[in-house]
């Protein structure tokens, strides 16, 4: 990742916890859609885009259903906040890593069920 994409999506990121602190949820919704497919788009793989546009079809109505929850917002924003450290300080391991414990800290209340 260079400087000027990471620049790229410092900024895009901003806007989103901007729009997290005017409390505009459809906003940061738009927002954190940009970059996730920024993100994707970054990685330059025909294949991966395709997959990615067809999985968050299915999957948007649940993510903003979950994000109705106000008490969601404040792990959420975290969460990213997290992500987005380690490709700042240029670690692709610890980006997959704070990944992988995202996914499985939202999983366990499912699985506690």
């Not at 459809?26 to 991966?48: E, M, P, W, Y």
Request: hydrophobic residues 45%; positive net charge; charged residues 25%.
């Amino acid at each position: 990742m260079t400087d000027a994409t990471m620049l790229e999506l410092d900024a895009m990121h901003a806007q989103m916890i901007a729009e997290h602190d005017r409390g505009d949820r459809s906003g940061c919704q738009d927002k954190n859609r940009a970059i996730h497919f920024r993100i994707v788009d970054l990685a330059a793989n025909t294949v991966l885009k395709v997959t990615y546009a067809n999985f968050m079809a299915r999957v948007m109505r649940a993510r903003a259903t979950n994000n109705y929850d106000a008490s969601r917002w404040p792990a959420s924003r975290t969460e990213h906040e997290e992500i987005m450290a380690a490709p700042r300080a240029r670690d692709p391991q610890g980006a997959a890593a704070a990944l992988h414990a995202i996914r499985g800290r939202r999983a366990l209340p499912f699985l506690r069920r």
